[in-house]
């Protein structure tokens, strides 16, 4: 889990860096890395739900209705990210300079997930 959690947070913070132009709102932005990171998001789903007690009990659609509650939740991550971003290149931050973990920190889920 911790690891398709760190590859969901590298995504967001390569994408946020290669997308952003400084004129889009970060809604708009926080949109386009949502949308190019969906296979770390639906994979760190999956193993959530193979992660759960019992989770063999769950039929198709339960197991469909915990990606979608994911995939739902992108939208209340990922601005965060954009903003914090945004901070640091009005900092001075070169945004030819992709982020590292240090500058936007693996904060779009609880580290227990």
């Known amino acids: 889990m911790v690891s398709a959690t760190s590859a969901l947070s590298e995504c967001v913070r390569t994408n946020v860096a290669f997308f952003d132009d400084l004129k889009s709102n970060a809604s708009t932005l926080a949109t386009a890395v949502?949308?190019?990171?969906?296979s770390e998001l639906d994979n760190l789903a999956t193993l959530y739900i193979y992660h759960l007690p019992n989770s063999q009990a769950l039929d198709d659609g339960q197991k469909?209705?915990?990606v979608s509650a994911f995939q739902d939740g992108k939208a209340d991550r990922v601005p965060h990210y954009v903003l914090a971003w945004r901070s640091l290149v009005n900092r001075g931050w070169d945004k030819q300079n992709q982020p590292t973990e240090k500058e936007l920190p693996d904060s779009l889920f609880p580290k227990g997930i």
Request: with cysteine; proline share 0%; charged share 0%.
């Open 34 to 38: 949502s949308q190019s990171c969906l």
């Open 64 to 66: 469909n209705s915990i």
